[in-house]
Protein backbone atom coordinates (compact mmCIF):
# COMPACT_ATOMS: atom_id res chain seq x y z
CA UNK A 1 0.00 0.00 0.00
CA UNK A 2 1.23 3.33 -0.28
CA UNK A 3 1.02 6.16 1.94
CA UNK A 4 -2.46 7.63 0.56
CA UNK A 5 -3.87 4.51 0.99
CA UNK A 6 -2.52 3.89 4.51
CA UNK A 7 -3.98 7.27 5.35
CA UNK A 8 -7.16 6.88 3.51
CA UNK A 9 -7.72 3.57 5.55
CA UNK A 10 -6.20 5.01 8.90
CA UNK A 11 -8.73 8.09 8.15
CA UNK A 12 -12.08 5.54 8.16
CA UNK A 13 -10.51 3.76 11.16
CA UNK A 14 -9.61 6.98 13.13
CA UNK A 15 -13.03 8.17 12.18
CA UNK A 16 -14.94 4.41 13.24
CA UNK A 17 -13.62 5.03 16.92
CA UNK A 18 -14.49 8.36 16.86
CA UNK A 19 -17.98 8.33 16.42
CA UNK A 20 -20.43 8.75 19.02
CA UNK A 21 -17.15 9.89 21.51
CA UNK A 22 -17.09 13.12 22.94
CA UNK A 23 -14.28 12.96 25.01
CA UNK A 24 -11.36 15.08 24.00
CA UNK A 25 -8.33 13.06 26.08
CA UNK A 26 -10.06 9.86 25.41
CA UNK A 27 -10.06 10.75 21.58
CA UNK A 28 -6.73 12.50 21.50
CA UNK A 29 -4.91 9.26 23.03
CA UNK A 30 -6.41 6.71 20.82
CA UNK A 31 -5.99 9.22 17.82
CA UNK A 32 -2.37 9.51 18.70
CA UNK A 33 -1.82 5.69 18.97
CA UNK A 34 -3.63 4.70 15.76
CA UNK A 35 -1.29 7.16 13.54
CA UNK A 36 1.45 6.39 15.53
CA UNK A 37 1.25 2.60 15.22
CA UNK A 38 0.42 2.75 11.61
CA UNK A 39 3.62 4.79 10.36
CA UNK A 40 5.56 4.02 13.68
CA UNK A 41 6.83 7.51 13.54
CA UNK A 42 9.51 8.32 16.78
CA UNK A 43 6.73 10.75 18.86
CA UNK A 44 3.50 11.36 17.62
CA UNK A 45 0.76 13.33 20.50
CA UNK A 46 -1.16 16.93 21.09
CA UNK A 47 -0.67 19.62 22.94
CA UNK A 48 -3.54 21.58 24.29
CA UNK A 49 -4.44 25.68 23.89
CA UNK A 50 -4.19 25.97 28.03
CA UNK A 51 -3.77 29.16 29.90
CA UNK A 52 -2.00 31.42 27.01
CA UNK A 53 0.24 28.06 26.11
CA UNK A 54 0.84 24.83 24.89
CA UNK A 55 0.36 21.97 27.16
CA UNK A 56 1.12 18.60 26.37
CA UNK A 57 -1.58 16.39 25.72
CA UNK A 58 -2.14 12.70 25.51
CA UNK A 59 0.96 11.27 22.77
CA UNK A 60 2.92 8.12 21.67
CA UNK A 61 6.61 8.42 21.89
CA UNK A 62 9.61 9.05 24.53
CA UNK A 63 8.79 12.03 27.23
CA UNK A 64 8.29 15.18 25.95
CA UNK A 65 8.39 19.14 26.69
CA UNK A 66 5.20 20.18 28.43
CA UNK A 67 5.00 23.62 28.16
CA UNK A 68 5.14 25.25 24.53
CA UNK A 69 4.85 29.32 24.35
CA UNK A 70 2.77 30.84 21.64
CA UNK A 71 5.04 31.34 18.56
CA UNK A 72 7.51 29.37 19.94
CA UNK A 73 9.18 26.16 18.13
CA UNK A 74 7.04 24.36 15.37
CA UNK A 75 3.90 23.80 17.34
CA UNK A 76 4.15 26.86 18.78
CA UNK A 77 4.23 28.63 15.43
CA UNK A 78 1.79 26.52 14.16
CA UNK A 79 -0.70 27.77 16.70
CA UNK A 80 0.22 31.11 15.75
CA UNK A 81 0.12 30.81 12.03
CA UNK A 82 -3.09 28.70 12.14
CA UNK A 83 -1.07 26.51 9.48
CA UNK A 84 0.51 23.21 9.04
CA UNK A 85 3.93 23.27 9.70
CA UNK A 86 6.43 20.52 7.86
CA UNK A 87 9.87 20.60 8.72
CA UNK A 88 12.03 18.27 6.36
CA UNK A 89 15.26 19.02 8.90
CA UNK A 90 14.52 20.26 12.26
CA UNK A 91 18.74 21.10 12.55
CA UNK A 92 17.54 23.96 9.95
CA UNK A 93 14.34 25.12 11.23
CA UNK A 94 15.63 28.40 13.53
CA UNK A 95 13.93 27.81 17.01
CA UNK A 96 12.84 24.03 16.30
CA UNK A 97 12.96 22.86 20.28
CA UNK A 98 14.65 20.11 20.62
CA UNK A 99 12.35 17.41 23.29
CA UNK A 100 14.80 14.53 21.70
CA UNK A 101 17.89 14.68 20.14
CA UNK A 102 16.43 11.80 18.15
CA UNK A 103 14.38 13.63 16.52
CA UNK A 104 15.24 14.67 12.12
CA UNK A 105 12.09 16.03 10.84
CA UNK A 106 8.57 16.74 12.01
CA UNK A 107 5.32 17.84 10.98
CA UNK A 108 2.76 19.96 12.89
CA UNK A 109 -1.58 20.43 11.86
CA UNK A 110 -3.13 22.82 14.17
CA UNK A 111 -6.65 21.58 15.18
CA UNK A 112 -9.14 24.40 14.83
CA UNK A 113 -12.49 24.18 15.85
CA UNK A 114 -15.08 27.24 15.54
CA UNK A 115 -12.47 29.57 14.55
CA UNK A 116 -9.50 28.67 17.48
CA UNK A 117 -6.82 26.87 17.78
CA UNK A 118 -7.41 24.63 20.09
CA UNK A 119 -4.65 21.90 20.02
CA UNK A 120 -1.55 20.88 18.09
CA UNK A 121 -0.95 17.46 16.66
CA UNK A 122 2.78 17.01 16.46
CA UNK A 123 4.71 14.04 14.91
CA UNK A 124 8.25 13.64 14.59
CA UNK A 125 10.34 11.24 12.65
CA UNK A 126 13.95 9.70 13.02
CA UNK A 127 14.42 10.30 9.40
CA UNK A 128 14.97 13.38 7.52
CA UNK A 129 12.35 14.53 5.09
CA UNK A 130 9.45 12.14 6.19
CA UNK A 131 6.62 14.66 5.54
CA UNK A 132 5.12 16.03 2.75
CA UNK A 133 1.85 17.63 1.30
CA UNK A 134 0.01 14.12 1.74
CA UNK A 135 0.55 13.89 5.48
CA UNK A 136 -0.80 17.33 5.57
CA UNK A 137 -3.62 16.90 3.66
CA UNK A 138 -4.86 13.76 5.63
CA UNK A 139 -3.68 14.47 9.05
CA UNK A 140 -5.43 17.75 8.61
CA UNK A 141 -8.43 15.52 7.94
CA UNK A 142 -7.68 13.50 10.24
CA UNK A 143 -7.78 16.24 12.99
CA UNK A 144 -11.53 17.10 12.40
CA UNK A 145 -12.82 14.37 13.36
CA UNK A 146 -11.65 15.02 17.33
CA UNK A 147 -14.78 15.73 19.25
CA UNK A 148 -15.63 19.73 20.24
CA UNK A 149 -13.22 21.06 23.43
CA UNK A 150 -14.35 23.10 25.47
CA UNK A 151 -14.46 26.94 25.10
CA UNK A 152 -13.75 29.30 27.67
CA UNK A 153 -15.29 32.39 27.89
CA UNK A 154 -13.82 35.10 25.93
CA UNK A 155 -13.63 38.89 25.89
CA UNK A 156 -12.30 41.54 23.39
CA UNK A 157 -12.44 45.33 24.03
CA UNK A 158 -14.10 47.47 20.87
CA UNK A 159 -13.83 51.20 21.11
CA UNK A 160 -16.59 52.42 18.08
CA UNK A 161 -17.14 56.22 19.04
CA UNK A 162 -19.63 57.06 21.81
CA UNK A 163 -19.60 54.18 24.19
CA UNK A 164 -23.87 54.61 24.79
CA UNK A 165 -25.03 53.61 21.53
CA UNK A 166 -21.70 51.22 21.03
CA UNK A 167 -23.04 48.88 24.03
CA UNK A 168 -26.56 48.86 22.78
CA UNK A 169 -25.45 47.65 19.41
CA UNK A 170 -22.96 44.93 20.66
CA UNK A 171 -24.93 43.82 23.12
CA UNK A 172 -27.59 42.79 20.79
CA UNK A 173 -25.40 40.44 19.26
CA UNK A 174 -26.16 36.53 19.98
CA UNK A 175 -23.44 34.86 21.81
CA UNK A 176 -22.27 38.48 23.81
CA UNK A 177 -22.94 37.64 26.84
CA UNK A 178 -22.00 40.56 29.21
CA UNK A 179 -20.83 44.24 28.51
CA UNK A 180 -19.79 47.10 30.20
CA UNK A 181 -18.77 50.71 28.65
CA UNK A 182 -15.32 52.38 30.22
CA UNK A 183 -12.09 54.01 29.33
CA UNK A 184 -9.44 51.70 27.60
CA UNK A 185 -5.63 52.31 26.72
CA UNK A 186 -4.99 55.76 28.19
CA UNK A 187 -2.21 57.41 30.70
CA UNK A 188 -4.07 58.55 33.63
CA UNK A 189 -4.79 56.24 36.98
CA UNK A 190 -8.97 55.80 37.45
CA UNK A 191 -9.79 58.23 35.00
CA UNK A 192 -13.81 59.68 34.98
CA UNK A 193 -15.85 60.48 32.55
CA UNK A 194 -15.20 63.97 32.83
CA UNK A 195 -11.49 63.35 32.64
CA UNK A 196 -11.76 61.44 30.32
CA UNK A 197 -14.08 64.23 28.53
CA UNK A 198 -11.46 66.53 28.06
CA UNK A 199 -9.52 64.22 25.49
CA UNK A 200 -6.07 64.91 27.63
CA UNK A 201 -6.08 61.50 29.39
CA UNK A 202 -5.46 59.25 26.02
CA UNK A 203 -8.42 57.25 26.40
CA UNK A 204 -10.75 55.33 24.14
CA UNK A 205 -14.08 55.41 25.17
CA UNK A 206 -14.96 51.91 24.46
CA UNK A 207 -17.47 48.55 25.29
CA UNK A 208 -15.58 45.53 27.02
CA UNK A 209 -17.82 42.54 26.17
CA UNK A 210 -17.66 38.78 26.98
CA UNK A 211 -19.04 36.30 24.65
CA UNK A 212 -19.23 32.43 24.18
CA UNK A 213 -17.30 31.31 21.78
CA UNK A 214 -19.05 28.03 20.68
CA UNK A 215 -22.32 30.67 19.61
CA UNK A 216 -20.62 33.24 18.01
CA UNK A 217 -16.46 33.62 16.77
CA UNK A 218 -14.57 37.08 17.20
CA UNK A 219 -14.23 36.93 13.75
CA UNK A 220 -18.38 37.72 13.40
CA UNK A 221 -17.91 39.89 16.25
CA UNK A 222 -15.51 41.97 14.36
CA UNK A 223 -17.32 42.31 11.17
CA UNK A 224 -20.57 43.21 13.09
CA UNK A 225 -18.35 45.60 14.97
CA UNK A 226 -17.21 47.31 11.36
CA UNK A 227 -20.76 47.59 10.21
CA UNK A 228 -21.35 50.18 13.33
CA UNK A 229 -18.43 52.19 12.19
CA UNK A 230 -16.64 54.52 10.04
CA UNK A 231 -13.00 53.07 9.88
CA UNK A 232 -11.09 55.47 7.69
CA UNK A 233 -12.21 58.27 10.36
CA UNK A 234 -9.79 59.45 12.44
CA UNK A 235 -10.89 60.48 15.82
CA UNK A 236 -14.82 61.04 15.11
CA UNK A 237 -17.72 58.99 14.41
CA UNK A 238 -21.18 60.62 13.99
CA UNK A 239 -20.43 63.92 15.41
CA UNK A 240 -19.00 63.28 18.19
CA UNK A 241 -15.12 64.00 17.82
CA UNK A 242 -11.90 63.86 19.75
CA UNK A 243 -9.01 61.38 20.47
CA UNK A 244 -11.83 59.42 23.21
CA UNK A 245 -14.17 58.85 20.41
CA UNK A 246 -11.33 56.87 18.30
CA UNK A 247 -12.02 53.41 17.03
CA UNK A 248 -10.01 50.56 18.41
CA UNK A 249 -9.56 46.53 19.27
CA UNK A 250 -8.34 45.81 21.95
CA UNK A 251 -7.00 42.13 23.04
CA UNK A 252 -5.98 40.12 25.67
CA UNK A 253 -5.12 37.38 24.35
CA UNK A 254 -1.86 36.90 21.86
CA UNK A 255 -3.71 34.63 19.84
CA UNK A 256 -6.68 36.74 18.98
CA UNK A 257 -4.24 38.61 16.83
CA UNK A 258 -3.82 37.16 14.15
CA UNK A 259 -7.51 37.13 13.22
CA UNK A 260 -7.90 40.55 14.21
CA UNK A 261 -4.97 41.20 11.50
CA UNK A 262 -6.88 38.76 9.19
CA UNK A 263 -10.39 41.14 9.77
CA UNK A 264 -8.76 44.15 9.40
CA UNK A 265 -6.63 43.39 6.12
CA UNK A 266 -10.38 42.27 4.36
CA UNK A 267 -11.97 45.44 5.90
CA UNK A 268 -8.92 47.41 4.43
CA UNK A 269 -9.59 46.02 1.04
CA UNK A 270 -13.28 46.88 0.75
CA UNK A 271 -12.96 50.96 1.58
CA UNK A 272 -9.70 50.58 -0.52
CA UNK A 273 -7.55 52.66 2.07
CA UNK A 274 -5.31 52.37 5.57
CA UNK A 275 -8.12 52.13 8.49
CA UNK A 276 -7.45 54.25 11.43
CA UNK A 277 -8.62 51.70 13.40
CA UNK A 278 -6.11 51.29 16.38
CA UNK A 279 -5.04 47.59 17.12
CA UNK A 280 -3.28 47.18 20.62
CA UNK A 281 -3.13 44.70 23.48
CA UNK A 282 -5.24 46.31 26.24
CA UNK A 283 -3.11 48.05 28.47
CA UNK A 284 -5.76 49.05 30.75
CA UNK A 285 -9.60 49.48 31.41
CA UNK A 286 -11.69 51.33 33.84
CA UNK A 287 -15.17 50.92 34.14
CA UNK A 288 -17.12 54.01 33.66
CA UNK A 289 -20.24 54.79 36.42
CA UNK A 290 -23.33 53.00 36.40
CA UNK A 291 -25.07 56.04 35.02
CA UNK A 292 -23.18 55.26 31.70
CA UNK A 293 -24.15 51.47 31.79
CA UNK A 294 -26.88 50.07 29.91
CA UNK A 295 -27.39 54.05 28.97
CA UNK A 296 -29.75 53.68 26.43
CA UNK A 297 -31.97 50.99 27.71
CA UNK A 298 -32.71 53.27 30.80
CA UNK A 299 -32.76 56.08 28.42
CA UNK A 300 -34.19 54.97 25.29
CA UNK A 301 -34.83 58.60 23.44
CA UNK A 302 -31.42 59.62 24.92
CA UNK A 303 -28.64 60.60 22.31
CA UNK A 304 -26.94 57.68 20.07
CA UNK A 305 -24.67 58.24 17.28
CA UNK A 306 -25.55 55.40 15.49
CA UNK A 307 -29.11 54.55 13.12
CA UNK A 308 -32.37 52.02 14.55
CA UNK A 309 -31.29 49.66 11.53
CA UNK A 310 -28.21 48.89 13.02
CA UNK A 311 -29.92 47.53 16.30
CA UNK A 312 -32.48 45.50 14.01
CA UNK A 313 -29.15 43.83 12.64
CA UNK A 314 -27.62 43.27 15.48
CA UNK A 315 -30.87 41.63 16.56
CA UNK A 316 -31.08 39.11 13.48
CA UNK A 317 -27.29 38.52 13.33
CA UNK A 318 -26.20 34.96 13.20
CA UNK A 319 -22.42 33.86 13.01
CA UNK A 320 -23.40 30.77 10.80
CA UNK A 321 -19.92 30.08 10.26
CA UNK A 322 -18.37 30.11 13.24
CA UNK A 323 -17.50 26.70 12.62
CA UNK A 324 -14.91 28.04 9.72
N1 LIG B 1 9.78 20.03 18.36
C1 LIG B 1 8.60 20.64 18.85
C2 LIG B 1 8.44 20.47 20.34
C3 LIG B 1 7.63 19.29 20.73
S1 LIG B 1 8.43 17.82 20.59
O1 LIG B 1 8.84 17.61 19.21
C4 LIG B 1 7.45 16.57 21.08
C5 LIG B 1 8.64 22.13 18.49
O2 LIG B 1 9.66 22.66 18.04
O3 LIG B 1 7.62 22.79 18.71
Request: glycine content about 8%; aromatic content about 12%.
Amino acid sequence: MNKIERYSQLAKQVEGLMTGENDVVAAMANMAAMIHNEFGFWWTGFYRVVGGELLLGPFQGPVACVHIGYGKGVCGTAWKERRTVVVPDVEEYPGHIACSSESRSEIVVPVIQRDRVVAVLDIDSRELGTFDEVDKEWLEKIVLSLPQFDMAESEIYLAAGCFWGAEKYLKLIEGVTFTEVGFANGNTENPTYKEAYTDQTGYAETVHLRYDPRVVSLRFLLEMYFKAIDPTSLNKQGEDEGTRYRTGIYYKELSDRPIIDEVMAAEAKKYGMPLQVEVEPLRNFYAADEYHQDYLDKNPSGYCHLPVALFDLARKAKDHNKSR
